[in-house]
Nanobody, 129 residues
Framework: QVQLVESGGGVVQAGASLRLSCAAS????????MGWFRQAPGKERHFLAA????????YYADSVKGRLSISKDNAKNALYLQMASLKPDDTAVYYC??????????????????????WGKGTLVIVSS
């Protein structure tokens, strides 16, 4: 079992940057692909970004390419999401996810929330205009 706890959310002004963290415990995430999703009020959960077991390969939703950056530190058992140029539409609960997947190539499966086995409880980001 992998336990995930997100942190770093809060209230920020439009245009600001923010870094979210996800601390993993229970198992080493060295063999796990990791991902970030978000869910805005009244909307479905949407995929944002994923990273492979080594941290060497990433996969992004087209809507966030260039503004979000995912990274992973296996030594610290942690996942990060750096967000830039935040907009009010980025207001959502942000979730990290993990899936045992010790392979280099990430494909479109990462976009589907049901493919991920482990989830955190989320951290709320509010972007004010």
């Amino acid at each position: 079992q992998v336990q995930l706890v997100e942190s770093g959310g809060g209230v920020v002004q439009a245009g600001a940057s923010l870094r979210l963290s996800c601390a993993a415990s229970g198992r080493s995430i060295g063999d796990y692909a990791m991902g970030w999703f978000r869910q805005a009020p009244g909307k479905e959960r949407h995929f944002l970004a994923a990273i492979d077991w080594s941290g060497g390969n990433t996969y992004y939703a087209d809507s966030v390419k260039g503004r979000l950056s995912i990274s992973k530190d296996n030594a610290k058992n942690a996942l990060y999401l750096q967000m830039a140029s935040l907009k009010p539409d980025d207001t959502a609960v942000y979730y990290c996810a993990a899936e045992f997947y010790p392979e280099d190539r990430l494909t479109s499966w990462v976009e589907k929330s049901y493919e991920w086995d482990y989830w955190g409880k989320g951290t709320l980001v509010i972007v004010s205009s």
